[in-house]
């Protein structure tokens, strides 16, 4: 079966330092990736999606970047963190072909102070 | 560009009562339409989906859902509410783009 791993959890760092979340697919292959970042009552907003090994599209200009590395490794990352990047980010994984269901990561809770 | 709205913040409901939840999306074509449910501080899970057919679909839980075309609806049911029932519930649309598009949530709350 398939399984999503997010790491870290949780993470608590100072403005302006650098970031880096991790997110792996098990059990599939040539998966869709996807960050999102929820913020309270403002839902869910995509931030990068990946349909393949170095393919990224942004769909929020800020200062993330994602990088996919392997076929089922998605990174989201930053130089400098700001305050407003605090938020609970969520990878996501769908099969390639076709439009399927999203299957989420447990999340990882970003908290920049 | 393709929008979903989810008009409620938050529900309050008596268990055993029923239940509705609004979506209303914004797409020239027919979406590919879920509902998805979140319980504090995890992911998503997938209650149901809508891709053609039977305009009322089953999902998981009790739940349903029906899809109005006429009112780009597609809002979500429960005949009886359970206590466990008390989560945040995500309408989202798939234009067919590899983009899923989510409303804000609807936070809901179920009274002993």
Known sequence: SQTIHQWPATLVQPVGSPLSLECTVEGTSNPNLYWYRQAAGRGLQLLFYSVGIGQISSEVPQNLSASRPQDRQFILSSKKLLLSDSGFYLCAWSVRAGTGELFFGEGSRLTVL | ?112
């Open chain 2, 1 to 112: 560009a393709q929008s979903v709205t989810q008009p409620d913040i938050h529900i309050t409901v008596s268990e055993g009562a029923s239940l509705e939840l609004r979506c209303n999306y914004s797409y020239g074509a027919t979406p590919y339409l879920f509902w998805y449910v979140q319980s504090p501080g995890q992911g998503l899970q997938l209650l149901l989906k809508y891709f053609s057919g039977d305009t009322l679909v089953q999902g998981i839980k009790g739940f349903e859902a029906e899809f109005k075309r006429s009112q780009s609806s597609f809002n979500l049911r429960k005949p009886s509410v359970h206590w466990s029932d008390a989560a945040e519930y995500f309408c989202a649309v798939d234009s067919g783009t590899y983009k899923y598009i989510f409303g804000t949530g609807t936070r809901l709350k179920v009274l002993a």
